[in-house]
């Protein structure tokens, strides 16, 4: 389904989420027997609308779901099956060879701790670099994403929206990972923002070769940006393959439905969201 | 900044309050300090002359003066038992107090703080049920009635530990003494821990459930940081604030609790001694212990303030808090 | 059943507190011997027993008999009225002429003169004599009168006996009733005191909510042992001095919350509606804000009560109450004093600590209860009203 453009890939086959317990003891199928491949070098958009598992599927590949979820099935990396591994073995995958960038990079930076900081902890952690060298890299990641000097040295609540969620892209960019998973990191800024935080992402994966997951609710603007596209609903994926051929011939009368709906819903909605979001940074 | 300098005022202005309080409280009770001290039946001439001792034949005025004086110099007059500078017999007292109450301090802190977080992250597990317990203990049971029954079980049925004092008589000397001393405080520095940790436990598990569940937890997490970097730089480090502001906070009640120890295990501390001073009307002697517990009030409450400010960013860098 | 608990309880120590010892035949004064066990204790040791005997013109005498089965008893004292003949005390290993004198009979075994008269030394014990060994004994009279033999074995009553004899399940039932009056009425004066000042200090504004809240942060700065030990030592130990003590440095918390939520109230629009209307002050004020916060103190009225319960027990145990009021702290203070320990007499300390407990946990439980039944979104306003004010 996606063009294999690299031998390094993160491959998931048959992948079920189910959470325990929910509200009233339930149980929730939140993904169901999901099978995909990402490559290096692409870009691959999974598409759904709340509640599509769609962000289940991108959480359990860094094994990061709460301890209710109960995830079945394989995710090999490089060919090795990360979903076998103990925490302490996922230190090694994470954010060395798979970064994340957050939902909403509001609440992804503690709160006591630098932006640099967080920077130059990952860099001292995982690549063994001196605490002098770090800052410069630090320096220079931020500068990469657009921020200047002075921004490495505030607290996360000093930054605005935008900026922080570059910084997340910067702190991701880090250790340079083989692989970048985006939660719709960008649906917490006003438009504009969204199109330039977004449009910086994917010419930074492109430019360094790296896979890049992206996780949104939006069919068109996913199309316009990745390789291939994944469609989920209701934890199964309904239909899968080049972007071109999903958005513009879609087989499923769901992606049908969510390109329609979407083209419906877009400025009204973008008009809505703003205002009450902005609020919050 | 002037938020601190404001702070500092307040303070002081409290001190003040408590200082003009303190003196009058002893002053404003049926007739006059001597009577509750004195033999009725002592001639007028000796009640004339002990009340020129304590200079309580002088004007209001002139009295409040040398309280005051007295008071800042923490010289604290004279007993009215002993006769003696009152700082003169707490110099003797307060050691044996913060003998007690530091260990008690230190173990009951590091305990609070270990099985605190370590029950915020095993939910469920016998931990969190311990620290849930001792929680609920620790504000219900009364201090001197658990140590009542340490002292019955360990000191009457079992003969571990003494019953009473602060060393044996006569005290042993060398290196001994040491033993003697430890092997004294020993049940009551245990007491303090036990009813101690409970509440700092309770807190530090209900604050670190909600600091553990925050996006940047999960995201440090996500970093592939290792789990001690995790918990403690990232989850615990984001509740310091709180954490510190309430064990500053409970720092003034742990020393009027020294009150109660100290009288269940008939140790010789400051605690007792307001206690006595209290039971034998000796004003000066109660004021001076009753301010120095004020004074510790007012400074803890200060530095749980400024520690607010430093261990803060969000606070240190605007120069006041919210 | 387990989720009314804490009320029967309650209600079963309400009851217990109104109806007080007597109700149950339990008397106050002085019983047995000092730091009796409690009766179902220890089979070694004899209860208290009465030996009747009398005769009257009809039978020239009496004989009360006693199978004993026990060690030695503590005290033994006769008393009644001979009019002729003879008072015997018959053991396994001999007989004892304890009175044969016409007149007033009284007699204890820690009197000397009777010491002399069994032929001991002032310094033995006339019990040990009285009872060398287990077997068949008996208390006769020949001639007539009547006289009653009573014999304390150590063993007394449901609690035992304290270091005075007195009855510890008389002292811990009147101890309910000190606990609860200051535990309930210096919560109640506080939590007025606090809803008083709190909405004046919230809905009157400028110079008195200054003048309000700096007296809260001076008393919240004095530390509340050592003050209430001041003041009792100065104003005196009575029940109801404490009470208003208690309540004077306990209503600062109230007040801040009711302050925090008479300014959240007062700017909601609904509020504003009313002014709108025409609606007084008072009016809205008792009318609706007071209503409103009523479930809330009401909890805070039941979580409060532990605190001051504690702080009494506290005092007490420090022996600053009033020591002819028997209290649970003052029960605490007496066996700490006067050598429980050194007789290991447990059944002083264990029945009022574990009262003090028992009483804690129920308004614990019930305050908890009423919060949760308290409008939520109320206690939700209090809480974000009462975050605004610590930012400030």
């Known amino acids: 389904m996606s063009v294999m453009r690299d031998a390094v890939a993160i491959e998931l086959k048959n992948l079920s989420v189910t959470y325990r317990g929910g509200e009233g003891g339930r149980t929730v199928h939140a993904v169901r027997d999901c099978s995909f491949s990402v490559a290096r070098g692409d870009v691959l958009g999974i598409v759904g609308e709340s509640g599509s598992g769609k962000s289940s599927v991108l959480m359990a590949i860094p094994r990061l779901l709460p301890a209710s979820a109960l995830v079945t099935g394989g995710i090999f990396c490089d060919g090795t099956e990360i979903s076998s591994l103990d925490e302490r073995g996922m230190g090694v995958w994470r954010w060395r060879r798979i970064a994340l960038v957050p939902q909403s990079a509001m609440n ?17 952690h995982h690549m063994r670099t001196p605490r002098r060298d770090a800052r410069e890299r630090a320096e220079e990641l931020l500068w990469t994403v657009r921020l200047d000097g002075s921004a490495g040295a505030r607290y996360p609540h000093e930054l605005s929206g935008g900026q922080k969620q570059r910084a997340a892209l910067a702190t991701a960019l880090a250790c340079g990972p083989d692989f970048l998973l985006a939660d719709e990191p960008t649906t917490a800024l006003d438009v504009i923002t969204q199109k330039e935080v977004l449009d910086m992402t994917v010419s930074l ?34 239909e899968s393959g080049p972007s071109q051929q999903v958005a513009s011939n879609p087989e499923n ?16 909605r973008g008009l809505e969201e703003t205002p009450a979001r902005k609020t919050r940074g | 900044m002037i938020a601190l300098l404001k702070r500092v005022g307040a303070s002081v202005l409290v001190l003040g309050v408590v200082l003009v309080l303190n ?121 001197f009635f658990v140590q009542l029954i340490l002292l019955l079980c360990f000191g009457y049925v079992w003969q571990v530990f003494p019953l009473r004092g602060t060393t044996s008589i006569p005290p042993p000397e060398g290196p001994l003494a040491i033993l003697d001393y430890v092997w004294h405080i020993a049940m009551p520095l245990f007491s303090l821990v036990i009813m101690g940790f409970g509440g700092l436990a309770l807190y530090i598990r209900n604050l670190m459930v909600k600091s553990l569940g925050e996006d940047y937890v999960l995201m440090a997490r996500a970093r592939g940081l290792p789990h001690g970097r995790v918990v403690w730089n990232h989850a615990f480090r984001s509740i310091l604030p709180p954490v510190l502001t309430i064990f500053l906070l409970s720092l003034p009640g742990v020393v009027s609790g020294a009150v109660i120890t100290e009288t269940v295990f008939s140790l010789n501390g400051a605690g007792r001694f307001l206690l006595e001073a209290t039971n034998s009307h000796d004003y000066p002697a109660a004021g001076a212990a009753f301010f120095l517990l004020a004074l510790l009030t007012v400074v803890c409450n200060l530095l749980a303030d400024l520690c607010y400010v430093i261990v803060d960013p969000r606070v240190r860098r605007e120069g006041s808090r919210g | 059943m387990r989720r009314n608990l804490s009320a029967i309880l309650l209600l079963v120590l309400l009851l217990l507190a109104l109806l007080g010892p007597g109700a149950f035949g339990l008397n106050d004064g002085a019983q047995a011997p000092p730091f009796s066990k409690p009766s179902w204790l220890d089979g070694a040791i004899a209860s208290t027993i009465v030996l009747d005997a009398m005769a009257n013109g009809n039978s020239n005498s009496a004989t009360a008999p006693l199978a004993w089965e026990h060690s030695a008893p503590i005290r033994v004292s006769v008393s009644g009225r001979l009019e002729s003949g003879e008072i015997r005390w018959a053991t396994p290993s001999g007989d004892f002429m304890l009175a044969n004198t016409p007149g007033e009979v009284d007699l204890d075994a820690r009197d000397i003169p009777f010491k002399r008269s069994l032929g001991i030394s002032p310094f033995d014990s006339a019990p040990n004599i009285l009872f060398p060994t287990r077997g068949e004994y008996a208390l006769s009279l020949t001639g007539t009168g009547e006289v009653t033999m009573r014999i304390e074995g150590g063993r007394w009553g449901l609690l035992g006996t304290d270091h005075r004899g007195r009855d510890i399940a008389a002292l811990f039932v009147r101890g309910i009733r000190v606990s609860l009056i200051v535990g309930i009425a210096a919560t109640f004066i506080a939590t007025l005191l606090g809803l008083s000042f709190g909405l004046l200090s919230g809905y009157a504004g400028g110079l008195t909510d200054a003048l309000i809240m700096r007296a809260v942060d001076v008393l919240l700065s004095i530390p509340t042992l050592p003050i209430l030990m001041v003041v009792t030592g100065i104003w005196g130990k ?27 109230l007062r700017d909601a629009p609904w509020v504003e509606g009313l002014r709108a209307l025409g609606a007084r002050r008072n009016y809205i004020l008792f009318r609706h804000l007071v209503p409103e916060a009523l479930p809330l103190l009401l909890a805070n009225v039941a979580l409060g009560v532990p605190g001051a319960i504690l702080s009494e027990a506290g005092l007490a145990f420090l022996g600053l109450s009033d020591p002819r009021v028997p209290s649970w702290g003052r029960m605490l203070h007496e066996a700490h004093t006067f050598g429980a320990f050194t007789n290991g007499a447990w059944w002083m300390i264990l029945p009022p600590g574990l009262g003090i407990c028992l009483i804690c946990l129920i308004f614990m439980d019930i305050g908890r209860k009423l919060e949760e039944r308290a409008d939520p979104r109320l206690a939700q306003a209090a809480r974000s009203g009462a975050l605004k004010e610590a930012e400030v």
């Open chain 1, 108 to 124: 992804s930076f503690t709160p006591h701790i630098t932006i640099e900081r967080h920077i130059t902890e990952v860099l001292e």
């Open chain 1, 205 to 238: 994966v492109r430019e360094r070769g790296m896979g890049l997951l992206l996780v949104t609710h939006d069919l068109p603007l996913a199309a316009g940006i990745c390789d291939s596209l994944v469609v989920m609903r209701e934890g199964a994926i309904v």
């Open chain 1, 253 to 268: 009368d769901y992606t049908k439905l969510l390109i329609g709906a979407i083209r419906d819903m877009e400025r009204p």
């Open chain 2, 23 to 143: 003196f009058f409280l002893f002053r404003i009770m049926p007739g006059d300090p001597l009577t509750s001290i004195v033999d009725p039946r002592f001639s007028p001439e000796a009640k004339a002359q002990l009340a020129a001792q304590w200079g309580l034949d002088r004007p209001m005025s002139e009295q409040f003066a040398v309280y005051i004086r007295e008071m800042l110099s923490f010289r604290f007059g004279l007993s009215m038992m002993t006769g003696a500078p009152v700082w003169d017999e707490l110099k003797t007292r307060v050691p044996n107090t913060v003998a007690l109450l530091l260990p008690a301090l230190i173990l009951s802190t590091a305990l609070g703080l270990s099985l605190g977080v370590k029950a915020a992250l095993a939910r469920g597990s016998i931990v969190e049920r311990v620290v849930l317990l001792s929680g609920a203990v620790s504000f219900s049971f009364p201090s």
């Open chain 3, 238 to 264: 009575g029940l109801w001095n404490l009470v208003v003590i208690l309540s004077v440095f306990s209503w600062m918390g109230t007040a801040r919350t009711v302050r925090a939520m008479t300014l959240s």
